[in-house]
Nanobody, 126 residues
Framework: QVQLVESGGGLVQAGGSLRLSCASS????????MAWFRQAPGKERSFVAA????????YYADSVKGRFTISRDNSENTVYLQMNSLKPEDTAIYYC???????????????????WGQGTQVTVST
């Protein structure tokens, strides 16, 4: 069983940075992919970034490419999201998710993920 706990959210000014962490209570095996999704007020949850545990291949939404970086610490079963050059439109609840199938074609799809964290709020002020 995998339980995910996010941390690192908060309030930051536009142009600033935040680093989110997602720790798993269980081991993340090489067959997994880990991802970050976000949900802004009044909007559906959307894909932000994903990383395959085997090989560390990364995938990003166009809206965050070049500003956000997803990474992992295999020994700590933790995934990170470094967010730079934050914009007010990045304001959302950020969720961590784990997919034990890690099929490339479905990594951006919410329904592919088997485990979810409780979310952490990120607010970017103007």
């Amino acid at each position: 069983q995998v339980q995910l706990v996010e941390s690192g959210g908060g309030l930051v000014q536009a142009g600033g940075s935040l680093r989110l962490s997602c720790a798993s209570s269980g081991r993340i095996y090489n067959s997994y992919a880990m991802a970050w999704f976000r949900q802004a007020p009044g909007k559906e949850r959307s894909f932000v970034a994903a990383i395959k545990w085997r090989g560390g291949h990364t995938y990003y939404a166009d809206s965050v490419k070049g500003r956000f970086t997803i990474s992992r610490d295999n020994s700590e079963n933790t995934v990170y999201l470094q967010m730079n050059s934050l914009k007010p439109e990045d304001t959302a609840i950020y969720y961590c998710a784990a997919d034990y199938g890690a099929i490339t074609s479905t990594l951006r799809t919410e329904t592919a993920y088997d485990y979810w964290g409780q979310g952490t709020q990120v607010t970017v002020s103007t």
